[in-house]
């Protein structure tokens, strides 16, 4: 085919086009590698302070100095009858050992105290005053984080809180392997 000025006219005007398409798209893959590695540094902080959060975890009203694992060890012993060391293993997704030395200090600081049945063969834990005050206080703290997750929340729509969901189950899936 011999160009003429239409034809070579339409042909840079093809290439020019092509050119912006593949410009546009590059800046596109950029924007989006941008994107993605803000929201990987976003994902990293996120862990950074949940992890110092934790580590300094110690309130006024925690003078025992309770881990988040025994707080959430009173609180389903407040909730639910017959909690022995296999449910709370099934609820908290955590090791035996960890079960078994989250509940001894939990019995020494007199928080909890393990109930036998009469044959002693099963072993069940029951709530003191102590354990009772903890687990209101952990219920408390727990509706003061939920409250502030919802104020956040409220600022996305249901498609974003759809998108946000899916990609925190991902994140949650590929963390537990």
């Keep these: 085919m011999l160009l003429n000025k239409t034809n070579h006219a339409h042909f840079l005007f093809c290439i020019s086009m092509n050119m912006r398409y593949i410009i546009v798209n590059q800046l596109t ?11 990987i540094q976003s994902i990293t902080q996120l862990i950074q302070i949940k992890e110092n959060q934790q580590r300094h975890f110690s309130l006024d ?5 309770l881990s988040i694992t025994q707080f959430h060890i009173l609180a389903i012993i407040l909730k639910e009858q017959n909690v022995n060391n ?7 997704k955590i090791s035996a050992p960890a079960i078994t ?11 909890i105290a393990e109930d036998k049945t009469q044959d002693n063969k099963k072993v069940y834990y029951k709530l003191l005053d102590k354990g009772v005050a903890y687990a209101n206080l952990h219920e408390h703290m727990h509706n003061q984080i939920i409250n502030k997750y919802l104020s956040i929340l409220e600022k996305y729509n249901d498609e974003e809180l759809a998108t946000i969901d899916s990609f925190i189950k991902d994140l949650t899936n590929e963390l537990e392997g």
């Design 29 to 39: 893959i950029k924007r989006c590698t941008m994107n993605k590695e803000n929201v």
């Design 101 to 111: 030395k989250a509940t001894k200090k939990l019995i020494q600081l007199e928080c």
């Design 61 to 65: 009203d925690n003078q025992d100095n």
């Design 86 to 92: 296999r449910m709370l293993k099934e609820q908290l």
